[in-house]
């Protein structure tokens, strides 16, 4: 059952994520799976998601983005943080 606990992660994603589509992956993803928060890349050419739901729907997120053409993930950096109670949708930022 506690799979089915809602969570919330910061996500760091080192390796060729930027200029690749990975952002528009993460959002469509995530809208397919139901999940909220955001993605935006970082100056140092890595890619930053917050994303709220199931551990499984976030897995499955960042599955769903590393099956993508050109994007070669080296590298996740997750770290559990509070939910966001009245956030709606997934967003690029």
Do not use: C
């Amino acid at each position: 059952m506690d799979n089915e606990k809602i969570i919330r992660k910061k996500v760091f994603v080192y390796g060729a994520v930027q200029g690749v589509g990975f952002r528009y992956r993460a959002e469509h993803a995530a809208n397919m799976l139901g999940v909220t928060g955001w993605v935006r890349n970082e100056p140092d050419g890595s890619v930053l998601l917050e994303v709220q739901g199931t551990d499984e729907q976030i897995d499955k997120v960042l599955a769903m983005v590393n099956q993508g053409t050109y994007v070669n993930i080296d590298r996740i950096t997750a770290n559990q943080i509070p939910i966001e109670e009245r956030e709606y949708g997934f967003y690029i930022r």
